[in-house]
């Protein structure tokens, strides 16, 4: 009987850990009426992109950070992908610069 309350405490202090650790919550986005096609306030030297809740924004460039959690580093410019050192490995199509780590 003890060994079973423990197993269950164990589990539900573990099970919120591994929603969390693998992404299960959703980010939260705000409706962007008027945002969503707003211009950005610098030119993208590697392209632009959509984030997660559709708005426009700058990608990374070789070597940049990029990923994490809902993209929130950011995301890579075409011609690249962003690889598990949360790096953006290839070759840019805007510039023909590349990163290969």
Not at 27 to 42: G, N, T
């Amino acid at each position: 009987m003890h060994t079973s309350i423990v197993l269950v405490l164990i589990i539900s202090f573990m099970l919120p850990l591994n929603y969390e650790v693998y992404g299960y919550f959703l980010r939260p986005c705000q409706v962007c009426d008027d945002d969503c096609d707003a211009e950005l306030p610098q030119p993208c030297i590697w392209g632009e992109a959509r984030d997660e809740c559709g708005r426009r924004i700058c990608t990374k460039g070789p070597g940049e950070r990029c990923g994490g959690k809902f993209n929130i580093l950011g995301k890579c410019g075409e011609g690249m992908m962003c690889k598990s050192d949360e790096r953006c490995h290839g070759c840019s199509v805007q510039t023909l610069e590349c990163f290969n780590g």
